[in-house]
């Protein structure tokens, strides 16, 4: 029940149910009882009944007239559509005529737009291809000689230039017109025939500024002084139609450039024959016995005010070098040469090897006259193309080249020179008896001197000299090294060694570059002269050293103590070897020592050894002497030596203090005595 009254809470609201429950109330409020309200609501059922009923009768009529009418109106609804149809098939007609009729009308438009656009194109066309009659008078008639109408030259020239251009940014199309065709063909004969004209007067031009020039020349009887400018300027004005030739007319360019190499080299080839001739007589004049070397017989220096050969160079490159780096500026501004991708080469280049083609050979024969004099001059040289190389104007590659190839001869020269002396160092062949100082070692001192002087702050000179010592040095000591070897008298070669590079080491000068060589001078010096020391003294005291030395060699099997119990090197033999070698019997030898080594060493203004190497002789012996003495301590306790190291040190001495009187009447007995007496007290 509970669910029942919730479904009709949610069937009906609150206020339905009221009205519901007024309308009961009121209608049921003359009822007594249920049944007669059922009864009363059953016959008021079966009145609804019966009227619903009689309803629907009726209603059948009205709907077979509704369907009728419905009918009918679907009818009307298709004639409807049908028309539609049609009326859309109409309005998709017309919308394609308005359509074709709009594209009509745009085509219209485009076609007179372009009508418009190609009259205004044509208008314009007709007044850049439209040539001035001024500029159409002077491209056929116009002159070249004064101010004014060169410069109207100038301005047709331009003017023409701009109708090209103009054309050339021209359509194909619009190219294509026969009126155009016609105006270029015009102007094509117009620029022919002023190309043609201006190419004639310029080369005639070319050729009177040359004969001009040549002209001057001789009647000042200048050489390579004067002044080019002139020639430039009288042809610059012109430079600028020179430009238009080479634009429009390759072929008349090249003729007028070849018309000026004709021209001016004419001029270059006089100055440049004229110009060496006279520095050739200036070389001429200098004499040919000043070039010093190691091999020849000419050993003195330049003299420093005689500076002709020297600058010769300089003063061609102070003449020529600016005259080229004039002529270049002037190709390249007047004639706009430059790199040729088509021939890899520079157009400057080949048109100044034209013009100059004189001055190599020139300044080969020069150097080749300046080596002939001097060989070190070549150093001169050198410095004078480093100090050109530097200077060049506009980065010349014409001049570099040059300069590279004399440079190239230059050295070339000199290694030449150094490669004779090496030759001639070799090949030379002299006893190693007396031969005091060699002639190679003499003359080395000047020959670095004179090229130190010549090689300046030039790095290329300083380059080739440094290579120059090494080859010389290099090749001399060699040489002195080979001297003597066959000999039978050994001492010579020792002597040779040690007087050359004593000499060598005190005359040569300290350079950077021969700093190595001097000290390697020393050291030969000191290995010669410790070889020569040796030989002399294990020649005059052959026994000692014999004995000794055998002594030495038994001390590596032996104890000291059973040396003197061997046969050879017993007290006996000890005696024997000292027998001979008293104080007396060693006086004697020294002043042989010294009496043949004054005789055999070299003693003159140039070397003077003797005191040397009777010094270190001295050392040698007296070390040996007291080695000697050591090993009769060890091995010989109760022996001494016949005479003492100090006695030995004080002989030494005493030859010496010996006059140069004393050795020449060979009065050596004196100081024999002299030595006896003071040392018999010992």
């Given at each position: 029940?509970?669910?029942?009254?919730?479904?009709?809470?949610?069937?009906?609201?609150?206020?339905?149910e009221?009205?519901?429950?007024?309308?009961?109330?009121?209608?049921l409020s003359?009822?007594?009882?249920?049944?007669?309200?059922?009864?009363?609501?059953?016959?008021?059922?079966?009145?609804?009944?019966?009227?619903?009923v009689?309803?629907?009768i009726?209603?059948?009529?009205?709907?077979?007239?509704?369907?009728?009418?419905?009918?009918q109106?679907?009818?009307?609804?298709?004639?409807?559509?049908?028309?539609?149809?049609?009326?859309?098939?109409?309005?998709?007609?017309?919308?394609?005529?308005?359509?074709?009729?709009?594209?009509?009308?745009?085509?219209?438009e485009?076609?007179t737009?372009?009508?418009?656009?190609?009259l205004?194109?044509?208008?314009?066309?007709?007044?850049?291809?439209?040539?001035?009659?001024?500029?159409?008078?002077?491209?056929?008639?116009?002159?070249?000689?004064?101010?004014?109408?060169?410069?109207?030259?100038k301005?047709?020239?331009?003017?023409?230039?701009?109708?090209?251009?103009?054309?050339?940014?021209?359509?194909?199309d619009?190219?294509?017109?026969?009126?155009?065709?016609?105006?270029?063909?015009?102007?094509?004969?117009?620029r022919?025939e002023?190309?043609?004209?201006?190419?004639?007067?310029?080369?005639?031009?070319?050729?009177?500024?040359?004969?001009?020039?040549?002209?001057?020349?001789?009647n000042?009887?200048?050489?390579?002084?004067?002044?080019?400018?002139?020639?430039?300027?009288?042809?610059?004005?012109?430079?600028?139609?020179?430009?238009?030739?080479?634009?429009?007319?390759?072929?008349?360019?090249?003729?007028?450039?070849?018309?000026?190499?004709?021209?001016?080299?004419?001029?270059?080839?006089?100055?440049?024959k004229?110009?060496?001739?006279?520095?050739?007589?200036?070389?001429?004049?200098?004499?040919?016995?000043?070039?010093?070397?190691?091999?020849?017989?000419?050993?003195?220096?330049?003299?420093?005010?005689?500076?002709?050969?020297?600058?010769?160079?300089?003063?061609?490159f102070d003449?020529?070098?600016?005259?080229?780096?004039?002529?270049?500026?002037?190709?390249?501004?007047?004639?706009?040469?430059?790199?040729?991708?088509?021939?890899n080469?520079?157009?400057?280049?080949?048109?100044?090897?034209?013009?100059?083609?004189?001055t190599?050979?020139?300044?080969?024969?020069?150097?080749?006259?300046?080596?002939?004099?001097?060989?070190?001059?070549?150093?001169?040289?050198?410095?004078d193309i480093e100090?050109f190389?530097?200077?060049?104007r506009?980065?010349?590659?014409?001049?570099?080249?040059?300069?590279g190839?004399?440079?190239?001869?230059?050295?070339n020269?000199?290694?030449?020179f150094i490669?004779?002396?090496?030759?001639?160092?070799?090949?030379?062949?002299?006893?190693?008896?007396?031969?005091?100082?060699?002639?190679?070692?003499?003359?080395?001192p000047?020959?670095v001197d004179?090229?130190?002087?010549?090689?300046?702050?030039?790095e290329?000179?300083?380059?080739i000299?440094d290579?120059?010592?090494?080859?010389?040095?290099?090749?001399?000591?060699?040489?002195?090294?080979?001297?003597?070897?066959?000999d039978?008298k050994?001492?010579?070669?020792?002597?040779l060694?040690?007087?050359?590079?004593?000499?060598?080491?005190?005359?040569?000068?300290?350079t950077t570059?021969?700093?190595?060589?001097?000290?390697?001078?020393?050291e030969?010096y000191e290995?010669?002269?410790?070889?020569?020391?040796?030989?002399?003294?294990n020649?005059?005291?052959?026994?000692?050293?014999?004995?000794?030395?055998?002594?030495?060699?038994?001390?590596?099997?032996?104890?000291?103590?059973?040396?003197?119990?061997?046969?050879?090197?017993?007290?006996?033999?000890?005696?024997?070897a000292?027998?001979?070698?008293?104080?007396?019997?060693?006086?004697?030898?020294?002043?042989?020592?010294?009496?043949?080594m004054n005789?055999n060493?070299?003693q003159?203004?140039?070397?003077?050894?003797?005191?040397?190497?009777?010094?270190?002789?001295?050392?040698?012996?007296?070390?040996?002497?007291?080695?000697?003495?050591t090993?009769?301590?060890?091995?010989?306790?109760?022996?001494?030596?016949?005479?003492?190291?100090?006695?030995?040190?004080d002989?030494?001495?005493?030859?010496?203090?010996?006059?140069?009187a004393?050795?020449?009447?060979?009065?050596?007995?004196?100081?024999?005595?002299?030595?006896?007496?003071?040392?018999?007290?010992?």
């Open positions: 029940i509970m669910a029942t009254d919730n479904t009709y809470n949610e069937l009906m609201s609150p206020g339905e009221a009205e519901l429950e007024n309308l009961l109330n009121d209608y003359g009822l007594s009882d249920i049944d007669e309200l059922s009864v009363h609501l059953t016959n008021n059922l079966q009145k609804l009944e019966v009227q619903n009689a309803a629907l009726d209603s059948e009529y009205g709907i077979r007239d509704l369907a009728i009418r419905l009918e109106a679907s009818d009307q609804v298709l004639n409807v559509e049908s028309w539609l149809l049609d009326f859309n098939a109409q309005l998709i007609n017309l919308q394609q005529s308005l359509e074709h009729i709009e594209a009509k009308n745009n085509r219209m485009v076609v737009r372009n009508q418009g656009n190609l205004t194109e044509v208008q314009s066309l007709l007044s850049k291809i439209t040539l001035a009659d001024t500029h159409i008078k002077v491209l056929n008639e116009g002159s070249f000689t004064t101010v004014s109408t060169l410069e109207a030259a301005s047709a020239a331009k003017a023409l230039d701009k109708i090209y251009a103009d054309f050339d940014g021209l359509v194909p619009i190219k294509h017109i026969k009126a155009v065709q016609d105006k270029m063909l015009e102007y094509n004969g117009l022919d002023f190309s043609n004209r201006f190419s004639t007067f310029i080369q005639e031009a070319f050729t009177k500024c040359a004969t001009m020039y040549l002209s001057k020349v001789r000042e009887g200048m050489v390579f002084t004067g002044d080019h400018a002139s020639v430039f300027e009288q042809l610059n004005p012109y430079a600028p139609l020179i430009h238009w030739l080479k634009r429009n007319d390759s072929q008349n360019f090249v003729k007028s450039l070849q018309a000026y190499k004709i021209s001016m080299r004419s001029v270059y080839k006089r100055e440049i004229e110009f060496f001739s006279e520095l050739k007589s200036l070389i001429n004049k200098e004499t040919k016995s000043k070039s010093i070397s190691l091999t020849s017989g000419r050993g003195s220096f330049v003299e420093d005010s005689d500076n002709t050969v020297a600058s010769v160079f300089e003063t061609g003449l020529v070098f600016p005259r080229v780096e004039d002529e270049q500026e002037f190709l390249i501004k007047f004639f706009q040469q430059g790199y040729d991708p088509a021939l080469e520079n157009e400057v280049d080949a048109t100044l090897s034209e013009l100059f083609d004189g190599k050979d020139g300044f080969n024969s020069i150097i080749e006259s300046v080596d002939k004099i001097d060989h070190v001059f070549t150093l001169n040289i050198l410095g100090k190389q530097k200077q060049i506009g980065n010349s590659t014409f001049l570099i080249n040059l300069l190839e004399w440079e190239k001869l230059d050295k020269l000199f290694n030449k490669e004779d002396q090496m030759v001639t160092i070799k090949a030379t062949q002299i006893s190693a008896q007396k031969a005091g100082v060699v002639a190679y070692i003499l003359k080395f000047n020959m004179l090229m130190e002087s010549r090689v300046g702050e030039a290329s000179s300083r380059q000299v290579a120059a010592y090494h080859k010389l040095v290099t090749c001399v000591f060699t040489w002195l090294a080979s001297i003597g070897e066959q039978s050994q001492k010579f070669k020792y002597i060694r040690f007087e050359n590079f004593r000499y060598f080491s005190d005359k040569v000068h300290e570059c021969l700093s190595l060589y001097v000290k390697q001078a020393q030969n290995n010669a002269l410790y070889e020569f020391v040796k030989l002399v003294i020649k005059k005291f052959k026994t000692l050293e014999t004995f000794f030395g055998g002594v030495e060699r038994l001390l590596k099997t032996y104890p000291e103590n059973q040396i003197q119990y061997q046969d050879a090197y017993s007290k006996q033999q000890l005696a024997k000292m027998s001979t070698n008293g104080q007396s019997a060693v006086d004697r030898r020294l002043s042989k020592m010294y009496k043949q005789k060493l070299t003159n203004e140039h070397l003077n050894l003797l005191d040397d190497v009777w010094e270190a002789l001295s050392e040698y012996l007296v070390d040996r002497w007291k080695h000697y003495e090993l009769i301590a060890r091995c010989y306790e109760t022996q001494k030596m016949s005479i003492s190291s100090e006695t030995v040190e002989l030494l001495k005493a030859k010496r203090d010996l006059t140069p004393q050795l020449s009447r060979n009065s050596f007995d004196s100081a024999t005595s002299y030595s006896t007496t003071k040392y018999s007290d010992r």
